[in-house]
């Protein structure tokens, strides 16, 4: 193809506009129709089950209630960052992954990971100082979620052990081993339940309002970090390039199974410390249950930002002001804050089957800018997923 | 347009009958590029008619708006003086229009007659097949154009020509009128080719009408009635073969003066800078597919590798520059044993490569321009300090490097996917040849590439030998070894079974090693041909 003669001004404004759509259009819409599907479940479930008399205003009712738990007040709004932090750096986690060809499903068994090794270190110093025991607590954090990222991040360099399944695997090993440490050496000896001790010292300290902890600026310089390894250092050209094309990597010089290796290992390390940010800013200590499902749900927001770092920000935004709203919307619409779930679920089916989208949307255009070569992951046999 | 003279010089040719296909005023725009701008093209039913132009000018975009894969903006086609309107593949098809692509979309583990009838298939009964009718249909269709084929064998089993009359008796078994070869000899033996241009005869006698696109001059000027040119999106002229020659066509396609031959003068080699002895490599499935190679390469020469692809010309030269591990033998560079090193050793050791399979090796599509230009030198000074990237340093050396190397892109920051081949092939050339090198590894450098491209890496390429580089060149193109080579060395089936000195060697005789590896092949036959 002869390259397109675009004019210097012709380019500017139209061009970003088109090329900022391009980017966006797809979890918009995504968003758009997972909102609509679940208006069509409240409205469903009041006609067929409740036995309410029917409004029909109810879905709006709910996402109204919803929109204000999140954003309507600064309590609100702080508990929608503090739900975000985590997120943030667990969808960094799985979106590092994917710049690699990676699919890292394991981002839930290293966030327990990073938790239990923040409360194991956080209690053994509770009491030192907190320049000192904060640092050792999320150093602790970070080395226990390396652990778990390098374990599957080795094994598919040495023997091609697909991550996909060593990932799922090793989720499981994460709940037994937690699930085992809290309810023996270090459970509260005598308590009734299976509890840590709290972390104390080592807690983060609150910057903001009343709940609004460090955890925030951690996540915040995440993105900012990785965003500077991809696209500002010699590493991140190796990882983005053993993602887009490995082949074109061995031919470069560059060692792709290392660079695997320490791929895995760097998203063992976020969403480590995503568990450690929720252990160390908000429950202190841990129980045999401690586990929410940030892992699985970075996931969708990696997906949602098609891994872009900045992007993440504002999808973990999206998914943290769903649970910090989700409350305010069983109180006033009486809708049950599992309807949050289904509708993130609903986003990521769309996003998954987003060639169903393009096709109901005629988003045609934005298939093409959106860089259909930028590799998402890969499939057994190495074919890139696009 | 219309053309009186023109049907008086096509033999066998009734000037009443209306163009059996005939496109008016085809307009097709991309967003900042018109690919196809008021393009009119004729085709007379039993006419072999070729559309010529480099990659880019828009012959695939007119072949698309043909066949229903994009809709042109404005213009008609007519079929048999009827204006159509051709909304899909599954239409064109059904209106007698196929396409045989220069990648073939054959399944090879299913039979002859499987995939003629994929997508196609001759019902007996609502359920199953009438593999009779089917086999009886397709063994007759063979016989009347001259090529018998057993409807049973695998596809995978088959030559590439054969392949190519697979693709061929599937569009013939479909009933078209009017076929369309995208660059169909890309793949073929000189051999191969006489055969397949036979069959087109047959066809076009047969009153088959062909688009034969192409940008093999010589080819053109053999086998068509008439020649289309076009250049950037518009018909720059229309010739017939008795009437113009290499360089008129070459000048209408490219707008200039193009040199075709390189001449490329007389080689002053010197020491030996690329040893290979005994080489034995195997292939991703094991089996080993080169089989004691042994090679010599001297500064200031080209050593041309002719065969036919999959002969092990890959696996050879992927071992010599370090990306697949030798399972025997030694190359060496400038007297070290460097067998096995990594391809960033052999890159530092100043051995510099342009692959084969350019979207596969050589560029990283999704990035921009100017981070493939520094994807093997990316690590180093100037380009990076530590393991901080420079982007100031390599997008200024980028720029550079389009401005020298002529890489026509709208910037250095484009993806290089958004590139036509051949400015994808200049940028690899670029980055491999604008550095400090001893060994320049050519690997089907000019593949699918358009006169001008080829011509300007060729250029660059006796340059590098003149100024003392030693060239290894594999090509399945043998006019291109011929043409460069100063020593030409035949490799088949794995082993190097003639080599001849590059000035004197004959075509035919080449191209029969490269088919049959000569009569008596082995260390005789390659001793007795030793320049």
């Known amino acids: 193809m002869t390259p397109p003669v675009a004019t210097p001004a012709g380019r500017s404004a139209g061009a970003f506009a088109r090329a900022a759509w391009a980017a966006i259009a797809l979890p918009f819409v995504a968003i758009v129709m997972a909102l609509v599907v679940g208006a069509l479940i409240i409205l469903v479930s009041e006609l067929l089950v409740t036995g309410r008399p029917f409004q029909p205003t109810l879905p709006l009712t709910a996402y109204q209630a919803l929109f204000v738990g999140a954003f309507g007040s600064f309590d609100g709004l702080v508990a929608t960052f503090v739900n975000a932090a985590p997120l943030v750096l667990g969808g960094l986690s799985v979106a590092i992954g994917f710049k690699a060809g990676l699919f890292n499903i394991g981002a839930q068994g290293q966030f327990l990971m990073g938790a239990l090794g923040s409360v194991m270190a956080g209690v053994a110093v509770a009491t030192w100082p907190p320049f000192l025991a904060i640092p050792i607590a999320v150093a602790a954090g970070l080395l226990a979620g390396a652990i778990m990222g390098f374990i599957p991040g080795i094994l598919k360099a040495l023997s091609g052990a697909h991550e996909v399944v060593t990932t799922i695997m090793l989720n499981y090993i994460a709940v037994g081993v937690l699930a085992a440490l809290v309810s023996g050496p270090l459970k509260v000896p005598r308590s009734p339940s299976p509890v840590t001790y709290d972390v104390g010292n080592a807690a983060y300290p609150i910057i903001l309002g009343r709940d609004g902890h460090l955890g925030i600026l951690v996540a915040l310089a995440g993105v900012a970090i990785i965003w500077w390894l991809l696209y500002r250092t010699t590493w991140g050209f190796e990882i983005r390039t053993v993602g887009a094309n490995p082949e074109a990597a061995r031919y470069a010089g560059m060692h792709p199974r290392a660079v695997i290796a320490f791929t895995m290992t760097l998203c063992g390390m976020l969403a480590g410390l995503a568990g450690t940010g929720v252990l160390l800013g908000v429950s202190h200590s841990m129980t045999s249950s401690f586990g929410t499902t940030v892992g699985f749900d970075s996931i969708?927001?990696?997906?949602?930002?098609?891994?872009?770092?900045?992007?993440?920000?504002?999808?973990?935004?999206?998914?943290?002001?769903?649970?910090?709203?989700a409350g305010l919307m069983q109180i006033q619409a009486q809708i049950p804050v599992e309807l949050v779930d289904v509708v993130q679920a609903t986003i990521l089916l769309f996003l998954v089957a987003s060639p169903v989208l393009r096709a109901l949307f005629r988003l045609r255009g934005v298939q093409t800018e959106l860089g259909s070569t930028d590799t998402i992951t890969r499939t057994y046999g190495g074919e890139a997923v696009r | 347009m219309t053309h009186p003279a023109d049907s008086s010089l096509s033999p066998g040719l009734s000037p009443t009958l209306a163009p059996a296909l005939a496109m008016r005023g085809i307009t097709k725009r991309y967003p900042g590029v018109v690919a196809n701008d008021q393009i009119s093209l004729d085709v007379r039913p039993g006419e072999i008619h070729a559309l010529l132009g480099e990659n880019g000018a828009g012959k695939t975009t007119l072949m698309n708006v043909l066949y229903g894969l994009a809709r042109p903006d404005e213009g008609q086609?007519?079929?048999?003086?009827?204006?159509?309107?051709?909304?899909?593949?599954?239409?064109?098809?059904?209106?007698?229009?196929?396409?045989?692509?220069?990648?073939?979309?054959?399944?090879?583990?299913?039979?002859?007659?499987?995939?003629?009838?994929?997508g196609e298939e001759t019902m007996a009964n609502p359920i199953f097949l009438d593999r009779n009718e089917a086999h009886r249909r397709i063994v007759e269709l063979g016989r009347r154009f001259g090529f018998e084929i057993d409807p049973d064998v695998k596809v995978g089993s088959l030559s590439v020509g054969w392949q190519q009359r697979v693709e061929i008796l599937k569009a013939l078994y479909r009933r078209a009128r009017i076929l369309v070869l995208d660059e169909p000899t890309a793949v073929l033996t000189p051999q191969e080719t006489e055969e397949i241009f036979a069959v087109l005869r047959r066809l076009a006698q047969d009153g088959h009408s062909i688009v034969f696109i192409s940008h093999k001059l010589y080819e053109v000027l053999e086998i068509a009635d008439r020649i289309t040119v076009i250049r950037r999106g518009k018909v720059v002229g229309e010739r017939i073969p008795t009437e113009t020659n290499e360089d008129d066509l070459a000048e209408l396609m490219v707008g200039r003066e193009v040199q075709?031959?390189?001449d490329r003068g007389i080689s002053h080699p010197a020491g030996v800078v690329l040893e290979v002895d005994g080489l034995r490599?195997?292939?991703?499935?094991?089996?080993?597919?080169?089989?004691?190679?042994?090679?010599?390469?001297?500064?200031?020469?080209?050593?041309?590798?002719?065969?036919?692809?999959?002969?092990?010309?890959?696996?050879?030269?992927?071992?010599?520059?370090?990306?697949?591990?030798?399972?025997?033998?030694?190359?060496?560079?400038?007297?070290?044993?460097?067998?096995?090193?990594?391809?960033?050793?052999?890159?530092e050791a100043g051995v510099a490569y342009v692959p084969a399979d350019r979207h596969r090796f050589g560029l990283v599509l999704a990035f921009p321009l100017a981070d493939n230009l520094v994807l093997t030198s990316y690590y180093r000074r100037p380009y990076s300090?530590?393991?901080?990237?420079?982007?100031?340093?390599?997008?200024?050396?980028?720029?550079?490097?389009?401005?020298?190397?002529?890489i026509r892109?709208?910037?250095?920051?484009?993806?290089?996917g958004t590139l036509s081949g051949g400015n994808q092939q200049k940028a690899i050339v670029a980055r491999e040849f604008g550095r400090e090198i001893q060994l320049l590894v050519l690997d089907q450098p000019t593949r699918g590439l358009d006169v001008g491209s080829i011509e300007f890496i060729h250029r660059q390429a006796i340059d590098k030998r003149n100024a003392g580089t030693a060239l290894l060149l594999v090509s399945a193109e043998l006019d291109e070894i011929l043409e460069m080579s100063d020593r030409i060395g035949v490799m088949y089936r794995g082993t190097i079974v003639a080599v001849m000195d590059g000035r004197t060697a004959d075509k035919n005789e080449v191209g029969l090693l490269m088919a049959t590896g000569g009569a008596e092949h082995g260390a005789d036959a390659t001793e007795g041909r030793t320049a």
């Open chain 2, 77 to 118: 086609i007519l079929l048999d003086g009827q204006p159509v309107r051709i909304e899909d593949p599954a239409d064109a098809i059904a209106r007698g229009i196929n396409m045989v692509h220069q990648h073939f979309m054959l399944v090879p583990v299913l039979s002859v007659a499987e995939n003629i009838l994929l």
């Open chain 2, 260 to 262: 075709l031959t390189v």
């Open chain 1, 300 to 325: 969708a927001v990696a997906l949602l930002a098609r891994s872009n770092p900045v992007g993440i920000i504002f999808a973990a935004i999206l998914f943290g002001a769903m649970r910090a709203g």
């Open chain 2, 281 to 347: 490599v195997k292939d991703d499935r094991g089996n080993e597919v080169v089989r004691g190679v042994d090679l010599e390469v001297r500064a200031g020469e080209i050593f041309g590798i002719a065969g036919v692809a999959g002969n092990g010309q890959d696996e050879l030269v992927e071992a010599i520059v370090g990306l697949r591990r030798p399972a025997g033998g030694r190359v060496s560079l400038g007297g070290t044993d460097v067998t096995g090193r990594s391809p960033r050793a052999m890159n």
């Open chain 2, 385 to 406: 300090r530590g393991i901080l990237r420079d982007d100031a340093a390599i997008l200024r050396d980028a720029e550079k490097t389009i401005e020298r190397f002529d």
């Open chain 2, 409 to 416: 892109t709208p910037s250095a920051t484009v993806k290089a």
